[in-house]
């Protein structure tokens, strides 16, 4: 992952090939774990994939797939959380104190998927209020186990891969996911945008630097929101110029 996004970097692609690039880069190892044929040695070397293939992108990447799960099971809600924070930009609000647990097995003790033990879980109309954004987001991503390896069924039964976005369109699977995202590039460039002049301005961003990044991002539009586009809007803005002196 850290050797895709400094690639996107030095190479001064869009960022929004973070989500859609048919690339990444593997070893023997990796490549095993993906079930990619004919790679070779301790290596990392970038592979190209088709463009329909579900790795390319971050969202397919087993370390973030991984860091989004819990030990023993995926987990939509964290995957849509780190969805709605680190690509949207619009992170939920704080569960409530007290939130009882996920339920491990139905009623009668049989196994249920993640997805059905969500959907009881959000019959609480406390729990369904902070769900509501997040899991439909997680759930485009259930083909992934909880170490980032491709399946198609959980517990005998075939996974339900729908969901949507906040705005409520809907989609299928990882593909449709990426697709809705992109369809709204100015959000994930936004959010990015935010990230990069945290660290520029040694501060958080406040509501009054966002006519700034709104500016940053228009102009990083015209070109194809290219990285350097990003961090030259951000060295020539207003709060990165009048900073103060640390």
């Given at each position: 992952?850290?050797?895709?996004?400094?690639?996107?970097?030095?190479?001064?692609?869009?960022?929004?090939e973070?989500?859609?690039?048919?690339?990444?880069?593997?070893?023997?190892?990796?490549?095993?774990?993906?079930?990619?044929?004919?790679?070779?040695?301790?290596?990392?070397?970038?592979?190209?994939?088709?463009?329909?293939?579900?790795?390319?992108?971050?969202?397919?990447?087993?370390?973030?797939?991984?860091?989004?799960?819990?030990p023993?099971?995926?987990?939509?809600?964290?995957?849509?959380?780190?969805?709605?924070?680190?690509?949207?930009?619009?992170?939920?609000?704080?569960?409530?104190?007290?939130?009882?647990?996920?339920?491990?097995?139905?009623?009668?003790?049989?196994?249920?998927?993640?997805?059905?033990?969500?959907?009881?879980?959000?019959e609480?109309?406390?729990?369904?209020?902070?769900?509501?954004?997040?899991?439909?987001?997680?759930?485009?991503?259930?083909?992934f186990?909880?170490?980032?390896?491709?399946?198609?069924?959980?517990?005998?039964?075939?996974?339900?891969v729908?969901g949507?976005?906040?705005?409520?369109?809907?989609?299928?699977?990882?593909?449709?996911?990426?697709?809705?995202?992109?369809?709204?590039?100015?959000?994930?460039?936004?959010?990015l945008?935010?990230?990069?002049?945290?660290?520029?301005?040694?501060?958080?961003?406040?509501?009054?630097?966002?006519?700034?990044?709104?500016?940053?991002?228009?102009?990083?539009?015209?070109?194809?929101?290219?990285?350097?586009?990003?961090?030259?809007?951000?060295v020539?803005?207003?709060?990165?110029?009048m900073?103060?002196?640390?």
């Open positions: 992952t850290e050797m895709f996004v400094e690639s996107t970097i030095r190479e001064d692609r869009s960022l929004l973070l989500l859609s690039a048919n690339y990444t880069f593997l070893n023997e190892r990796l490549a095993r774990h993906y079930r990619i044929p004919d790679i070779y040695g301790e290596r990392f070397r970038r592979v190209t994939f088709d463009a329909d293939h579900p790795r390319g992108g971050l969202l397919g990447h087993g370390g973030v797939l991984m860091v989004t799960s819990h023993n099971r995926t987990s939509p809600v964290l995957r849509g959380k780190w969805l709605l924070e680190s690509i949207l930009g619009a992170p939920p609000p704080e569960p409530p104190a007290d939130v009882p647990g996920l339920p491990d097995r139905g009623e009668e003790g049989e196994p249920q998927s993640v997805r059905h033990r969500l959907e009881r879980h959000r609480n109309p406390v729990c369904s209020s902070c769900h509501a954004p997040m899991d439909p987001l997680g759930f485009a991503l259930e083909n186990d909880a170490i980032g390896r491709w399946r198609t069924h959980e517990e005998g039964r075939e996974l339900d729908s949507g976005l906040p705005d409520g369109q809907a989609f299928t699977g990882i593909d449709g996911l990426e697709k809705g995202l992109l369809e709204r590039p100015e959000l994930f460039a936004g959010t945008t935010e990230k990069l002049m945290t660290f520029a301005l040694g501060r958080g961003v406040e509501h009054f630097d966002g006519p700034a990044v709104r500016k940053v991002v228009a102009e990083a539009a015209k070109n194809d929101y290219r990285i350097s586009s990003i961090i030259l809007g951000i020539n803005s207003i709060p990165f110029r900073r103060e002196a640390l």
